[in-house]
């Protein structure tokens, strides 16, 4: 599989930018998509961001507004730190 550099949808939906260029949307979505290995990696930067927010002494609500998630993200996060320590 070749790897390609994403393209980026400008703030447009899928569904626009495959209508305004004859695609398909799953075509639209496989070339804006980014890498999955981009993926894990900035995943586990916002974890990492998540555990030492946490060891601040910040709420999972603070914690949420701070690194820009749910507040279930942050909740999961952490359980998942717990189960894997």
């Known amino acids: 599989m070749t790897t390609r550099e ?3 949808r400008n703030g447009k939906t899928a569904r626009e930018v495959a209508e ?3 695609l398909s949307i799953r075509t639209i979505m496989e070339w804006t998509a980014e890498s999955r290995e981009t993926y894990l990696s ?3 930067q ?8 946490r060891k ?9 507004a701070e ?5 279930g993200t942050v ?3 952490l359980a998942n730190d717990r189960k894997n320590q």
């Open 6 to 8: 994403r393209i980026p």
């Open 20 to 22: 305004k260029t004859g």
């Open 42 to 44: 900035r995943a586990e």
């Open 46 to 53: 916002r974890r990492q961001k998540i555990r030492e927010l």
């Open 56 to 64: 601040t002494g910040l709420s999972m609500r603070a914690i949420a």
């Open 67 to 71: 690194v820009g998630c749910s507040v």
């Open 75 to 77: 909740h999961n996060a």
